[in-house]
């Protein structure tokens, strides 16, 4: 079930660029979509420190923090990434990370599992399209965005 356009209103999302990654266009325009989309976006941009999403994510009350790694370092930029958030009190935000998250050729189930298991509640692949993050977040955010507590 899609959330409404008002539903959407009320879901803040955090997005930017991990790490000393400046691969900025795919991120813009995930940002650029989601906020076509209804969603509030906070874009943090390019060369973007962990501890800055954590920060902006408390300042704004945040629903989802969108990290995008396309340097293939994602997996050490974001080590420790969910720990930050549950020292920081943000322990039910929702974690998506996308991009070309390693270096080399990798089965990307294995990539995913890995990013999962690092606390993100969703990994997306290189070449994910917006209506597909959109439809993810619109599942994942229901409860949040009907007011339910997290």
Known sequence: ????????????????????????????????????????????GALTPAEDFVKAAIETAADAILVSSLYGQGEL??????DMCIEAGLEDIT?????????????WEDVEQRYIAMGFDRAFPPGTRTPDVVAMLDEDLKDKANGAAA
């Open 95 to 107: 974690l998506y990370v996308g991009g070309n998250l390693v270096v080399g050729k990798q089965a």
């Open 77 to 82: 930029d974001c080590r420790g990434f969910r």
């Open 1 to 44: 079930m899609s959330l409404t356009p008002e539903q959407r209103g009320n879901v803040t999302l955090i997005t930017g660029v991990i790490g000393a990654d400046t691969h900025i266009v795919g991120n813009r325009i995930l940002s650029m979509a989601l906020e076509k989309e209804g969603f509030k976006v906070v874009a943090l």
